[in-house]
């Protein structure tokens, strides 16, 4: 299993952001994938996760994202996507995709930086 993220960077608040992983290894649209961010000197936190169908109702999101954080799933390329918009400071962490729900995951990607400063 390689969970490989991409997209991060350091952007302004307010601005926007699309990060991207590209799973290999296991059969991608047979799982739940989500992703969990972490924050310096913070514990993991889940923010949003995907059911393998793709659709909008197939998709949860953590309250401090809801509205500004979209999560979607190709499934022909095997690749995950987070919509990032109206970025705040808090929002600076090390992005992770990871296989499984917020409860319940196996493997962790190595995580992109998204940081937020003026």
């Known amino acids: 299993v390689q969970l490989v993220e991409s997209g991060g960077d350091m952007v302004q608040p307010g601005g926007s952001l699309r990060l991207s992983c590209a799973a290999s290894?296991?059969?991608?649209?047979?799982?739940?994938m989500s992703w969990v961010r972490q924050a310096p000197g913070k514990g993991p936190e889940w923010v949003s996760g995907?059911?393998?169908?793709?659709?909008?109702?197939?998709?949860d999101y953590a309250d401090s994202v809801k509205g500004r954080f979209t999560i979607s799933r190709d499934n022909a390329k095997n690749t995950l996507y987070l919509q990032i918009n109206s970025l705040k400071p808090e929002d600076t962490a090390l992005y992770y995709c990871?296989?499984?729900?917020?409860?319940?995951?196996?493997?962790w990607g190595q995580g992109t930086q998204v940081t937020v400063s003026s």
């Open positions: 990871a296989r499984g729900t917020k409860w319940v995951n196996d493997y």
């Open positions: 290894g296991f059969t991608f649209s047979s799982y739940y």
């Open positions: 995907i059911n393998t169908g793709g659709g909008s109702t197939d998709t």
